[in-house]
């Protein structure tokens, strides 16, 4: 067989329509939940920068690797905007003509009834007398000495409306008999296709919403410790990311103080010892109208506030630490934030003093909440609140290489063009302090003391102006799906056929667009309740009559035909 060539609008109407078809656009849909993953796998430069940085450190040779294939901006790289444009275009393409589709068939009636009602699922027949009797409510005046095709149809319509199908009545004559038959033919289940659209629509709202919506938010890092205030200014922040269509206008105009920082730790079971159980902290917000107020900010409890939602992602401890010269001057005095290395808070951070020394002067620092020593010698902490508090510093001088317009990080510490001082293969001692203590800085530059120990907490500023809409859409996507998963889309036949008795025949059908395992039930259903309401069919005079049930023919009716 020789098929005709495409052609070059052959192939892109071929290439659109696999597009936009539902199973290219479900298989979409898996790949882009595959291609979120690895945003949960390593730390992200939007919502971690420091935990990139870390994560840098503490892998040297895999870093530079994900960071070539943007392994962290997962949700900003190019392959996974691609999948998503390519997704938002297939579900645009799926949902445009199969809107007007369904619109149409809104519009249309119901098809007309079939020649053979019993090739149709839940087949069954009815046969009553030509006198009615306790019609009433069924569309038949129960006054009636006797009974149409015409005005038996008339009530299986009236009770199909009642039920929600719409219905339309054809009428002819028996070309056999030449006598009268009327069918109504009913649908309903519309809402199924609807329901069906909302759901895919939503989700282009949704793709739209995060795609354009997510360019008019932002998000910032502050690091607070205790007694310090953070103003809402570009400035202040630690780290920040803006959207696309960002202004500095967004950012509302107020100031968060941390009061205080408390964490509670398991201490009774053995196996879950020093976990923890609760972290809350404890600010003042000031409004821009100088309004105060004492707020709580609690692990996905997030403080909401200027149009941002405020969320505490981490915490550790800022050691106090002065430094001053030989003549006793202070050259340097702040609490310093450690970063925690281990679940026991056993933390690592840097004291840079650029100035007020001989030299320039750099630490790096060991901070233990417990401190306990293993069998080797070496500190750690066993556990993570302030039980034993000890600081250890390792002191280098020379250039902190701070003058040379680079930007360098707070919590590392270049020491590539400086002389270590202190541990490691100098055979000096590291300094080792706890609060209270002061200890001799190398080479007469001076002391050293830890006046005290402070908490600090990392914050997360997020400011995401379409979680309005993203509500909307979720829940239209929810009601959707549920819509089109429990409406079941079908269509029901009643024909009847007029006798040479007076006597009429009926027949029930229905067809099932999907599945619908109650169709038979439904149909069955139909054909006792509307049948029910008339004199049954009786051959022989002074017969009590056939019973509807006993009278009737289901030969596809049985589920497993």
């Not at 990139?52 to 994900?66: E, G, K, R, S």
């Not at 996974?80 to 275009?89: A, C, D, G, V």
């Not at 002067?361 to 020593?373: A, D, E, H, K, R």
């Not at 600090?456 to 909307?472: E, K, P, Y």
Request: charged fraction near 15%; include cysteine.
């Amino acid at each position: 067989m020789t098929q005709p060539k495409l052609g070059f609008v052959g192939w892109l109407r071929f290439f659109w329509r696999q597009l936009t078809s539902m199973r290219t656009a479900l298989f979409l849909l898996l790949l882009l939940a595959l291609a979120a993953v690895p945003g949960s796998l390593v730390p992200q430069r939007a919502a971690d920068p420091n935990g990139v940085t870390q994560y840098f450190v503490d892998n040297p040779d895999l870093a530079p690797v994900l960071d070539k294939v943007q392994a962290f901006d997962v949700y900003t790289s190019v392959w996974f905007s691609s999948i998503y444009l390519l997704l938002f275009i297939s579900l645009i393409g799926c949902v445009v003509p199969r809107t007007k589709h369904h619109f149409d068939a809104l519009r249309a009636k119901p098809p007309r009834t079939p020649a053979r009602l019993s090739r149709l699922a839940g087949f069954t027949t009815r046969d009553i007398a030509g006198t009615a009797e306790g019609a009433s409510g069924s569309g038949v005046s129960a006054a009636a000495p006797t009974v149409s095709a015409a005005s038996v149809v008339d009530s299986a319509r009236a009770l199909l409306k009642r039920q929600r199908y719409r219905t339309v009545v054809f009428t002819g004559v028996d070309k056999k008999t030449g006598l009268e038959t009327a069918s109504v033919s009913a649908e309903r289940g519309y809402l199924r296709e609807t329901g069906n659209l909302v759901f895919h629509s939503a989700l282009v709202g949704i793709l739209l919403t995060v795609g354009v919506g997510g360019g008019f938010g932002y998000s910032g890092q502050r690091v607070v410790v205790e007694g310090q205030t953070f103003v809402n200014t570009l400035l202040a922040y630690d780290s920040f990311n803006p959207g696309r269509f960002f202004s500095d206008d967004q950012l509302s105009p107020y100031s968060l103080t941390l009061d205080s920082f408390s964490a509670t730790y398991e201490t009774e079971s053995l196996k879950a010892f020093g976990q923890p159980l609760d972290y809350t902290a404890a600010v003042t917000t000031t409004q821009a109208d100088g309004t105060a107020s004492s707020e709580d900010i609690k692990v996905n409890s997030p403080l909401k506030i200027g149009g941002t939602d405020v969320y505490l992602l981490g915490n550790g401890y800022a050691p106090t630490i002065t430094v001053r010269d030989p003549s006793g001057n202070v050259v340097f005095t702040d609490s310093v934030p450690f970063l925690p290395q281990d679940a026991s808070l056993t933390s690592l951070g840097v004291v840079k003093v650029p100035d007020g020394l001989a030299d320039q002067l750099g630490m790096i620092g060991f901070f233990y909440p417990t401190q306990s020593q293993s069998s080797s010698g070496a500190y750690f902490s066993s556990f993570p609140d302030l039980e034993y508090p000890v600081l250890t510093l390792n002191v280098y001088d020379g250039d902190l290489g701070l003058d040379g317009g680079v930007p360098a990080s707070v919590y590392s510490l270049d020491t590539d063009k400086m002389n270590q001082l202190t541990g490691g293969a100098t055979g000096v001692d590291s300094i080792e302090l706890k609060p209270g203590e002061t200890a001799s800085l190398p080479n007469g530059l001076g002391t050293v003391s830890l006046d005290g120990v402070k908490r600090f907490a990392s914050f997360d500023v997020h400011h995401d102006a379409t979680q309005t809409w993203m509500l909307l859409f979720a829940i239209l996507v929810l009601g959707g799906l549920l819509t089109s998963l429990f409406i079941p889309r079908r269509r029901v036949w009643v024909k009847a056929t007029a006798r040479a008795d007076g006597s009429v025949h009926l027949e029930y059908a229905g067809l099932a667009r999907g599945d619908d395992p109650r169709l038979v039930e439904a149909v069955a259903a139909l054909a006792d309740r509307h049948a029910g309401a008339y004199v049954p069919f009786s051959t022989t005079p002074g017969d009590e009559g056939v019973s509807p049930q006993a009278s009737s023919s289901s030969p596809s009716s049985d589920p497993k035909a």
